[in-house]
């Protein structure tokens, strides 16, 4: 599978409660917003993504530029990350310019430090009907790659916890690849996070 194949959810929708303040407009040590950065990392590798906003929110309200593709997460839904994705899913099931993917990635709106090498590892095992997670010292990360046969059941996601239901039920599909990237357990809950780079190992 290529990268052409591949539609990129970047989920920046959450409430940053725990950060104390909106993160992705928080600025990491290099002077780019997190929101930013993590953007940056995906446009690497995938050419083709769409960044999940909260209903009354643009690109532009969040320092980026105005035409960068994204969609939104109705106001009205406050139930968590289950709840976004599941409707961002949806979206992507009617987009007649998605019809040719084959897999989907979930990239989380605060995981900027993921390198190019382990969305190279993903792409080369992608299918239809697998599902990839990437690990890192035995660890599972991010972004995981969803077959398109999976769209579906991703489509009626809800509630707090993600995937996670999904990639258990369907255990004997979803293959964890090992990858030499701290990046891929890196993310971001709290300001000090936003020093710290990860080490390469």
């Known amino acids: ?16 409660r725990r950060f104390g303040r909106d993160k992705r407009t928080a600025r990491l040590a290099d002077g780019r917003s997190l929101l930013a950065a993590t953007r940056e990392s995906v446009s690497r590798t995938y050419p083709l993504q769409r960044l999940i906003l909260r209903g ?22 406050r139930e968590g990350l289950g709840t976004s ?3 961002a899913v949806r979206t992507a099931c009617l987009d007649p310019e998605l019809a040719h993917c084959r897999a989907l990635a979930i990239w989380l709106g ?3 430090w993921i390198a190019p090498a382990t969305s190279e ?3 080369a095992h ?7 997670r990437p690990t890192h010292d035995g660890q599972p990360g991010h972004p995981v790659l969803f077959g398109r046969t999976f769209w579906p059941e991703l489509s009626n996601l809800a509630g707090d916890h993600g995937a ?12 964890h690849l090992p990858v030499d990237d701290p990046g891929v357990l890196r993310d971001v809950d709290r300001p ?10």
Not at 56 to 77: F, K
Not at 126 to 132: E, G, H, P, R, V
Not at 192 to 201: I, N, Q, T, V
């Open 110 to 112: 605060d995981m900027p």
């Open 164 to 175: 996670h239901e999904l990639l258990v039920r369907h255990r004997e599909r979803c293959h």
């Open 126 to 132: 992608a299918c239809d009907d697998t599902l990839l």
């Open 56 to 77: 009354d929110e643009t690109p532009a309200s969040l320092g980026l530029s105005p035409s960068v593709p994204h969609w939104h997460v109705p106001s009205s839904i």
């Open 192 to 201: 000090h996070d936003l020093g710290r780079a990860p080490l390469r190992s």
């Open 1 to 16: 599978m290529t990268a052409d194949d591949v539609v990129v959810l970047v989920m920046a929708a959450g409430r940053s």
């Open 85 to 87: 994705l599941g409707h």
């Open 121 to 123: 590892v993903l792409l």
